[in-house]
C-alpha cells in the first residue's frame, strides 16, 4: 500500500513541526511521522519544562530576598506536585494547539515510526509505504549516560523532568549548558548540589570571563563547583549512590548523593532510520551530514535540527526548516546564517551571547584590531537586598570604528536584554551607536549603551 505526498516529514520535534508548517502553507501535500508526543525534546523534555522549572526557581529566589527587603512573609518550600501539575497543563496546551494547527493546515499525522527504504520512499511502523518528493528527516537527539561502571544509577536530564521532589543532595556531572541550568535550579528549589566538571571552566563555548563569574555566583548560592574532576563510576550505597572520582574533588567533598544526574552530552537520532539503504551520509560523530542549505548526500533528502550538526537550538531547528521550504517549495533561496546566534544559558543569573568571543576576534581580526568594553555592576534588588551577585556585561568590538562582533551579558534580564541587541549585531551596529542611543535608567540593559573607553 502507499500514497504519494509533496513532503514526508520524519520527527515531530520544533524543527518537524516548523517544516510541515511551512510546507504545507506553500501548498505542498504533507505527512508528518511522530511516535511520541509533539514537540520533541524542547516542548517536553527541554526548553519548555526547564524555563518552567528556572521561573519556580526565581520566584523561589525573590521570595527568599522579601524579608531581607522589609517584608513580612518569608520563602517557602515549593510544592513540586503543584507546580509539575500547572507545568503540564501549560504543555498540554502547546499540545492542543499543535494538534489544532496540524489539522487546519490538512497535514496527515502519524503517530508511528519512519525509515527510508530509498530516496523517495517511507516505511512505517504499520507496514504502510508512503511515496514523497522529498523527505525531511528532523527526528533531533538524545541525552547520553557515559561509559562508565554504574552509569544506570545517574539519571539524565530526561530523568529529571519526571522528579517529583528536590532530592537533598544532587551531584551532576557536566560543567555544559544543561548541568549548568540544572545545578541552578536545583540549589535555588531546595537541593543541595555539587557541579562535577572534568575541565577547568564552566560553558567552554561561552565568554571565559563571564563563565567564571557565573562559577563564584553559584558557589555563594552553595553550589560545590568542583573543576578538574571526572567520575570514572556510580556504585549503589544503601538506597543512596556513591560517585567514584578522578582528580581534586577536595577534603571536604562527600561523594554519597541521593541522586545523581548526566549532562555530558548528546547524540543524534539517526538509528534504525535506513539512512545506509537510502545512501544519506553521517559526519564523524554519527550526525546527518547537510550542506549550508540543509541538503543531505541525497538529492530530495533533508535534515534540520539536532540529527544535524547545527548548533542544538530549537530557533535554530524552526528557522532552518522554514528556509528550507520556502527554497524547495517557493523559490526563495536564504539559507540559514550560521553567524551571530544569539543563546542563553538559564542559570542564576541567566547567560547570554552573540557573536564572537574575545578569543575568537582575536583569532579572526588579530589581537590589534579587537577592544573590549566592560561593565560590573550589582543589580538594584541586589543591591537593596545587599545580596553580592553581581552582573557582568561585555562588549566585543572590531576594527578602527569598533564595531560590535560580540555581546556578552551576565546579570538579570541577560536573557530578555539580549535579543535586541542581536539585532543590532547582525546590523552591523559599532560602539559609537550604542553611545548615541540614550539609555533607560535606571535598568541593567542601559549599561551596554553607556561602555566607553575608560
Request: hydrophobic residues 45%.
Amino acid at each position: 500500500m502507499s500514497q504519494d505526498f509533496d513532503l514526508i516529514v520524519i520527527g515531530g520535534g520544533s524543527g518537524g513541526l516548523a517544516g510541515a508548517f511551512r510546507a504545507a502553507a506553500h501548498g505542498a501535500s504533507v505527512a508528518l511521522l511522530e511516535p511520541d508526543a509533539l514537540g520533541g525534546t524542547c516542548v517536553n523534555a527541554g526548553c519548555v519544562p526547564k524555563k518552567a522549572m528556572w521561573l519556580a526557581a526565581e520566584v523561589g529566589r525573590r521570595l527568599g530576598l522579601a524579608g531581607q527587603l522589609g517584608f513580612s512573609s518569608s520563602a517557602g518550600s515549593l510544592d513540586w506536585p503543584t507546580f509539575i501539575g500547572h507545568r503540564q497543563r501549560y504543555i498540554g496546551n502547546i499540545h492542543e494547539s499543535y494538534r489544532r494547527r496540524l489539522d487546519e493546515a490538512g497535514i496527515a499525522v502519524l503517530p508511528m515510526r519512519g525509515s527510508l527504504r530509498d530516496a523517495r520512499t517511507v516505511a512505517c511502523g504499520d507496514g504502510v509505504f508512503l511515496r514523497a518528493k522529498r523527505i525531511l528527516l528532523a527526528t533531533g537527539g538524545r541525552a547520553l549516560r557515559p561509559s562508565i561502571p554504574g552509569a544506570e544509577l545517574g539519571g539524565t536530564s530526561d530523568d529529571f523532568f519526571g522528579w517529583v521532589q528536590a532530592p537533598r543532595r544532587v551531584a551532576v556531572i557536566g560543567g555544559g549548558y544543561i548541568g549548568v541550568e540544572l545545578a541552578g535550579v536545583l540549589q535555588a528549589l531546595g537541593s543541595q548540589v555539587e557541579l562535577l566538571v572534568r575541565g577547568e571552566r564552566l560553558l567552554s563555548g561561552f565568554d571565559e570571563e563571564l563563565a567564571r563569574v557565573l562559577a563564584e555566583d553559584y558557589r555563594q548560592s552553595g553550589v560545590g563547583v568542583r573543576f578538574g574532576c571526572s567520575a570514572t563510576a556510580l556504585e549503589r550505597e544503601g538506597g543512596r549512590v556513591r560517585v567514584v572520582v578522578e582528580g581534586p574533588a577536595g577534603p571536604a567533598f562527600d561523594p554519597v548523593f541521593d541522586a545523581v544526574l548526566f549532562a555530558t552530552g548528546r547524540a543524534p537520532n539517526t538509528g534504525n532510520l535506513g539512512l545506509e539503504a537510502a545512501g544519506v551520509e553521517l559526519d564523524g560523530r554519527g550526525h546527518v551530514r547537510v550542506d549550508a542549505r540543509h541538503d543531505t548526500s541525497v538529492a530530495g533528502i533533508h535534515a534540520v535540527g539536532d540529527v544535524t550538526a547545527d548548533l542544538p537550538l530549537t530557533p535554530v531547528a524552526i528557522a532552518a526548516a522554514r528556509r528550507l521550504m520556502d527554497r524547495v517549495f517557493a523559490g526563495r533561496d536564504r539559507p540559514l546564517d550560521p553567524e551571530n546566534i544569539p543563546s542563553v544559558v538559564f542559570s542564576h543569573p541567566p547567560l547570554g551571547m552573540v557573536g564572537l568571543t574575545t578569543q575568537q576576534a582575536v583569532e579572526r581580526h588579530g589581537a590589534g584590531a579587537v577592544s573590549v568594553y566592560r561593565a560590573g555592576f550589582r543589580p538594584m534588588l541586589n543591591a537593596l537586598a545587599d545580596v553580592p551577585q553581581r552582573s557582568l556585561f561585555k562588549l566585543v568590538c572590531v576594527g578602527a570604528e569598533r564595531r560590535v562582533a560580540g555581546v556578552h551579558l551576565l546579570g538579570e534580564a541577560a536573557d530578555e536584554i539580549l535579543q535586541g541587541f542581536a539585532v543590532a549585531v547582525r546590523m552591523g551596529a559599532t560602539l559609537d551607536d550604542l553611545n548615541d542611543t540614550v539609555a533607560i535608567h535606571p535598568t541593567s540593559a542601559e549599561e551596554v549603551v553607556l561602555m566607553q573607553d575608560t
